[in-house]
């Protein structure tokens, strides 16, 4: 049989696996990242090294950027922005705090993010309504700031590339909510597109996997991201409607997909939920988004008392798969 591993270099491959390959086995997701900063590190409030303040509240699972915010008028970008200086940066230091030089290189791959990508980056330094704002009023600007980051993205996976060397990159952008899009596809297409694109060859270049992690409602995205951008992997929300989806990429990406653990949020709030209703509802979601292959189910946000109870019927998926 296949090791966790070589399972996992198949689905990324874009291979049939030998049996349903789950996260966490034979793969590594190095997060939270504190070796480099573009959050604050050690998963506390601060700056981050552009200088944005971020608050990391007590039981968060992540922190939140605040206000008074970097730039007001995108427009001045130029003159407001400092982009960090990676050629002074201690990048050896860096991979020891995130314990590269003692990761498990032989029995695992090392799933490395990459957070605050175009849009999220925009909105840490205006705050999310400017920032959605600007998209519509100011494209040009934006067009330009958004060219800029993508150069600086590509110094920094030059630099995660060399002292890092991870076998994909977990790239972060949010799209959209849990109702729809930010902002309109014409937008995206006009201004996101292009320079995400040049990101995803430049970590191509370095033989590195490219997995876009976008959460919310951006199905209607997905053709254009698979077929243009050449993304290996999409981890998004189950609400995308995975096997819909499949049906029109087919063995062109991994769909690695958060378990639906919202909905079971909303039961146990309401004093109804089960653990049969979770096993049921977890079985069925992992059996439908199996079909075909090119899946990996990813536990995220999974209160510790379900964890057990989640892994059990994953492995249950496993063997009536195989069966």
């Keep these: ?72 008028d995108v427009c001045d970008w130029k003159e407001v922005v400092r982009f960090p200086d990676l050629d002074q940066f201690d990048w050896e230091e860096a991979a020891k705090i995130d314990g ?41 600007a934006v067009a330009g700031l958004f060219d800029a980051l993508a150069d600086y993205k590509c110094r920094l996976i030059d630099k995660i590339a060399e002292y890092y060397k991870p076998d994909i ?5 949010d799209w959209g909510t849990q109702r729809d899009l930010f902002f309109s596809p014409e937008i995206w297409r006009s201004l996101v597109k292009e320079p995400t694109k040049r990101i995803v060859e430049h970590v191509h ?33 189950s609400i995308n409607d995975i096997p819909a989806l ?25 004093g109804t939920l089960t653990e049969e209703m979770l096993r049921k509802g977890i079985h069925e979601e992992v059996i439908a988004n199996a079909k075909g292959g090119c899946y990996l189910p990813v536990l995220l946000l999974v209160r510790p008392e379900w964890q057990e109870i989640i892994l059990d019927e994953l492995k249950k998926c496993r063997e009536e798969l195989l069966g």
């Design 205 to 237: 270049s370095k033989g590195i996997k490219f997995d876009l992690h976008s959460c919310g409602l951006i199905k209607e995205l997905v053709p254009e991201i698979v077929d243009d951008l050449k993304v290996d992997a999409l981890n998004i929300m």
């Design 169 to 173: 990159i977990c790239y972060h952008d």
């Design 100 to 140: 590269i030089p003692t990761f498990d290189r032989e029995n695992a791959l090392l799933y490395q993010m990459i957070h605050n990508g175009l849009v999220e980056r925009l909105e840490e330094l205006m705050g999310f309504e400017d920032a959605l704002c600007a998209l519509l009023t100011e494209p040009e």
């Design 1 to 72: 049989m296949l090791t966790p591993k070589e399972n996992l270099i198949r689905l990324f491959d874009h291979e049939d696996t030998e049996y349903l390959p789950i996260m966490g086995e034979g793969i590594v997701n190095n997060v939270p990242v504190n070796g480099y900063h573009e959050r604050p590190a050690g998963g506390k409030s601060g700056k981050d090294w552009f200088g944005v303040q971020w608050v990391w509240k007590e039981g968060e699972p992540a922190p939140m950027p605040v206000g008074p915010y970097i730039l007001e």
């Design 246 to 270: 499949k049906k029109i990429t087919g063995k062109k990406v991994v769909y690695d997909v958060y378990l639906d653990t919202q909905k079971y949020d909303a039961l146990d709030a309401g």
